[in-house]
């Protein structure tokens, strides 16, 4: 089973990014993701429940050393721990946030391929997270294209607590949670994908999926890469920013 929007180890919660041009990338956003008859995300960004998915702030000079990509925030058993070990394995730290007793709450670290991402303690939710219905917005997936699979696959299951479902690294590796479910995917730099960079691309679903590749296309953005008949693109937007588009299943 594929679901990364599940709450646990491994499991990823929300993204978000800091823009320059804020307004700008708000309108972009807005209008690229509310298509259709029956629109998946409002145009605040949060889904149709209201619940917070994916946040566009903007880019003040307290989060200038953030780099320009959507990160993604992975639940861990440890945010200390995750901290240190990807800094052991060639990382960087950019932000660790401590509550007043010296215990981590959250930090914010860039895999040795240059992939920023989010790691926070495991969120507690009484709702069922695998029962939300289909017809709100959420992370339905996320892939991550880098010049060498193993070693990134191994960063990932020593910080993330992730498992490689397999050895075969020339097609792509799916990794799994540690209850099986696969929650991303690391693919090989190739010709195919040598136009995407090594930054953990989300896969957002649409209502209207021609509708959004025309909004991006209006709205100044630029398709890189469209999986013809899958309904799956990667996309550029106004400042940059790379992230991928889905129709809705």
Known sequence: MRNPFLQGVGGVLSADIA???????LGFYSRVLTTGPAPLWQDDLTNNQGTPVIGLGE????YEALPLQWMPHFQVSDVAASAAR????????????????????????????????GVIPV??????SASRPDNIGCIFWLSLVVSDVSSMCEFYEQVVGWSAASADTEFGVEMRRPDGV???EICPMNDYNESIPSVWILSLPVDDFDE???QVREGGGEIVKELTGA?????????????ALQAKK
């Open 19 to 25: 823009v320059p041009n804020h307004e700008q990338e």
């Open 59 to 62: 880019r003040s000079p307290e």
């Open 86 to 117: 990807t800094l052991e394995l060639g990382g960087q730290e950019l932000f660790h946030g401590k509550c007043d007793n010296g215990e981590s709450q959250w930090a914010v670290l860039v895999d040795p391929a240059g992939a920023a991402f």
């Open 123 to 128: 969120v507690v939710d009484e709702s069922n």
């Open 182 to 184: 696969a929650a991303a």
């Open 212 to 214: 959004s590749l025309r």
């Open 231 to 243: 309904g799956h693109a990667v996309i550029r937007d106004p400042v940059g920013v790379y992230i």
